[in-house]
């Protein structure tokens, strides 16, 4: 497939189709360099095969944090201070605790409902939460202490997103429109008017120019951030049909990948406001997806129906397929290497070579639901879960 701009033409030469997994030590096992690239027959998981019983799962996790009371619903990972985790959940409250000894940091109280997004800003000083009872708190990192509260939705707060280079921060809501602040002072610098549903979901694209926003009237709009006019929408023919749940932007800013209710995944050009193509293969809502920071070809996609498709973006083709035994939550592609991670309802973290579909590690410890996760550069993974806990995984074995 042509793109318009000749950039997924261009991305074509970083990818070598001989390319072969190199050796990652991680506990069970390591990859094998002589494996040849399977088919996608190959690689799909024989569901007829003996599942382990969820008795039988072993707690490999190497580090936790007990301290919540209800469901743990977002976790993030402090960049710049990497050993500071952050975690809200269903009992109102977020906290800050350290990932090596497990202890609490400090207590983040104020929220009047569940805190259902949580993210640092660009230099690890702040971290913000979002909640169901529609205000977006900022709190200082080092402190606990209470920057500022940002308002402005009447509704529900669907995400939070930092911009990469600033204090600027981006939040959807229920009630239909997107928001943007200051946060030195609080003020709202742009408001995103004109979704007709919920925005569920949104972000800055990498470069920082353009907000996008995915929305339950089944629209995706791009806008200026500098004067919050809406600079182009992608719907009606050959767009989704039912509600956007999930989107993601490749690192050169030039495409979006959205994933809906109704089973399809959507390739979009930023630069041109052309729909590129549907992918199609899911038999039910696609709940999340990402893009490849490893091969600027590759994108992926998640769905209620269990299985994760990695998709060839210069022919819209699927690679390959593998699948957690119920609905996954979340997908995250590793900075740098060909690895990608997902979370599913099944109380597991899969950890996956993109490249090939082989499952390299599987992490269980979780007695409900995985809700969200972050991983960090050193091959740490925290999650976030239904009981009450979050747990921290390790690709590489404790040194002894």
């Known amino acids: 497939m042509e793109d318009p701009n000749g950039n997924l033409e261009e991305d074509a030469e970083y990818y070598d189709p001989n390319d072969e997994a190199g050796e990652y030590a991680i506990e069970g096992g390591q990859l094998d360099q002589d494996d040849e690239m399977m088919d996608e027959q190959d690689l799909e998981v024989d569901e007829n095969e003996p599942q382990e019983e969820e008795e039988d ?3 490999e996790s190497v580090q936790g944090f007990f301290d919540h009371t209800d469901s743990v619903y977002c976790v993030a990972i402090n960049k710049t201070f990497p050993d500071v985790i952050a975690t809200g959940g269903g009992d109102d409250v977020a906290y800050l605790w350290d990932i090596n000894s497990g202890e609490k940091v400090h207590q983040l109280k104020g929220h009047s409902d569940s805190i259902s997004s949580i993210e640092f800003n660009y230099d690890g000083k702040l971290v913000a939460t979002g909640g169901m009872d529609g205000v977006v708190k900022v709190w200082d990192v080092q402190t606990g202490n209470l920057v500022i509260n940002l308002e402005g939705p009447t509704e529900s707060v669907e995400w939070i997103q930092w911009h990469s280079k600033g204090n600027i921060l981006l939040a959807g809501s229920a009630d239909c429109l997107g928001f943007m602040w200051s946060t030195l002072k609080g003020d709202i610098v742009g408001t995103f008017a004109g979704h007709n549903g919920p925005v569920t979901c949104g972000m800055f694209t990498p ?8 929305s339950e009237d089944c629209s995706i709009k791009v806008w200026n951030p500098k004067d919050s006019s809406n600079l182009m929408t992608f719907s009606g023919h050959g767009f989704h049909e039912n509600i956007i749940t999930c989107l993601d932007i490749r690192k050169d800013s030039s495409l979006v990948l959205s994933g809906g209710d109704d089973h399809y995944a959507v390739l979009s050009n930023l630069n041109t406001g052309k729909i590129i193509g549907k992918l199609h293969g899911h038999t039910d809502s696609i709940v999340a997806v990402s893009m490849s920071n490893h091969n600027n070809s590759f994108c992926h996609t998640g769905s209620l129906d269990g299985s994760i498709r990695v998709w060839d973006m210069n022919t819209l083709q699927q690679r390959s397929t593998f699948k957690h035994k119920t609905s996954i939550t979340k997908l995250k592609s590793h900075p740098h290497e060909p690895l990608l991670f997902s979370s599913s309802i099944d109380k597991s973290i899969g950890v996956w070579d993109e490249r090939n579909g082989q499952l390299i590690k599987q992490f269980t410890g979780h007695q409900d639901s995985i809700l969200d996760f972050d ?11 239904d009981d009450k806990v979050s747990l921290v995984f390790s690709l590489n074995p404790p040194q002894n």
């Open 57 to 59: 799962l072993v707690d």
């Open 375 to 385: 991983i960090t550069l050193d091959g740490k993974v925290v999650t976030a879960s």
């Open 207 to 214: 470069d920082g120019k353009k907000v996008v926003t995915g």
